[in-house]
């Protein structure tokens, strides 16, 4: 008996240590040169007066992603939308946190709000923190990797903005709950969707319609993504400084709340526009690149707080 309960031991260890090495591994083969599609539905409204919105279909020819840290319980990934030979766009990233307990939840209206989970709630998950272009926080859940049957995938409910595609044009609603799956795909990744559209008041939460989303992430000959890695060498360091001074900021623990205009500009205008400035210049002067960025972050966390959230 001793024996067989040694061996349970060995194999349940064994079974610990590779675990995190097969999620890392499903992780990072998201990365690459892609050619992706992304397609949205809303499906279903409780309401019969509801008029359900127009499907919503867009392609980008490549969009390269790309791990820019890596250490035993992160990884940082990067994505880059390309356009054309000279117009790179900086996309979203998702950094993946393993038995990560640190939280800035979604509330409503540009505010996120912390919390720390217990170890034992989070023990073998790993969080998918996503920001903004401008590296501002935008959602983040937890939840295991699932490796069965041949299959390779991460599923989780957390609540969010609304989505860029909608933000500018919707205002009968102020959260959506995305039910995220990623999947490992033969020709790449799959990210899968099942979102709820709320609006959420003082007296809670109205669900007003589903949606069903498919971003479906196919690689393509490396060669498509040349540029986006040239532009990324010329602008990595400053952005490495950016996602430096906002782990400042979710370093402090508490709640967050941004400002929807400073000087009348959005904060990744005003990153965006910092960021061709410094461009030739940022290695030489790391330090005031630095103190300029978390000045401009800083001026949208008191603008906040100070005169509202400028609806």
């Known amino acids: 008996m001793k024996k067989t309960t040694t061996l349970f031991s060995m194999f349940a260890a064994f079974a610990a240590i590779a675990q995190p090495a097969t999620d890392k591994e499903a992780i990072k083969s998201m990365c690459g040169c892609y050619k992706v599609s992304f397609d949205y539905a809303e499906t279903f409204a409780a309401d019969t007066n509801y008029e359900l919105h127009d499907q919503y279909h867009a392609k980008a020819s490549a969009e390269w992603i790309f791990v820019e840290e890596e250490s035993d319980d992160k990884i940082v990934i990067q994505h880059l939308l390309v356009v054309s030979d000279t117009v790179i766009i900086k996309h979203w990233r998702q950094d993946w946190l393993y038995e990560n307990r640190d939280f800035h939840h979604f509330h409503k209206d540009r505010t996120w709000n912390y919390a720390q989970a217990k170890p034992e709630a989070v023990k073998g998950q790993w969080t998918q923190k996503v920001y903004q272009v401008d590296d501002s926080p935008r959602y983040e ?32 609603y102020n959260v959506m709950e995305r039910t995220n799956r990623h999947e490992i795909t033969n020709e790449g990744w799959l990210h899968e969707q099942d979102n709820l559209k709320i609006v959420r008041s003082a007296e809670g939460d109205k669900v007003i319609v589903a949606e069903k989303g498919l971003n479906n992430y196919v690689k393509t000959d490396d060669s498509k993504c040349e540029a986006a890695r040239h532009w990324w060498k010329e602008n990595s360091v400053y952005w490495a400084l950016v996602r430096a001074e906002w782990d400042k900021v979710f370093a402090q623990q508490e709640d967050l709340q941004l400002a929807k205009k400073v000087d009348d500009k959005m904060l990744w205008q005003t990153l965006f526009a910092m960021g061709d400035e410094w461009k030739s210049k940022v290695q030489s002067e790391p330090k005031k690149a630095s103190a300029e960025i978390a000045a401009t972050i800083d001026a949208f966390v008191k603008a906040a707080a100070e005169t509202g959230l400028n609806e």
């Open 141 to 172: 859940g937890s939840a295991t990797w699932v490796h069965v049957d041949g299959k390779h995938f991460w599923e989780n409910t957390t609540d969010a903005p609304l989505p860029r595609r909608e933000f500018s044009k919707r205002s009968d």
